[in-house]
Nanobody, 128 residues
Framework: QVQLVESGGGLVQAGGSLRLSCAAS???????MAWFRQVPGKEREFVAG?????DSTYYADSVKGRFTISRGNALYLQMNSLKFEDAAVYYC?????????????????????????WGQGTQVTVSS
């Protein structure tokens, strides 16, 4: 099992930057991870993901060129040039693959249904 805890959310002015972190505990080998976001009344949407090998990343069109996902001691999401539309609760997600199950090193899941573990979320508010 994997436990995820997000942090780093807060209030930022449009055009500013924010860095989110997701601390993971438990087994994280062969684990794809991603950031999703959700606003009240809407479906949770994919923001950025990274393959289990960390060889590949994938971004939603709405954040390309502005956000950067990376992993080290934790999963990070560097958000630059923030827009009002970026305001949401951001969730960290993870999906583990079996050791014997072949999954391309470059595969990045980008559907919420492909992820199993979720954090509690961290609020990002953008003032215009």
């Amino acid at each position: 099992q994997v436990q995820l805890v997000e942090s780093g959310g807060g209030l930022v002015q449009a055009g500013g930057s924010l860095r989110l972190s997701c601390a993971a505990s438990g087994r994280t080998s062969r684990t794809a991870m991603a950031w999703f976001r959700q606003v009240p009344g809407k479906e949770r949407e994919f923001v950025a993901g990274i393959s289990w090998s960390a060889d590949s990343t994938y971004y939603a069109d709405s954040v390309k060129g502005r956000f950067t996902i990376s992993r080290g001691n934790a999963l990070y999401l560097q958000m630059n040039s923030l827009k009002f539309e970026d305001a949401a609760v951001y969730y960290c997600a993870a999906r583990q693959y079996g050791d014997t199950n072949y999954v391309p090193r470059s595969y990045v899941p980008h559907s919420s249904s492909e992820y199993v573990y979720w954090g509690q979320g961290t609020q990002v508010t953008v003032s215009s």
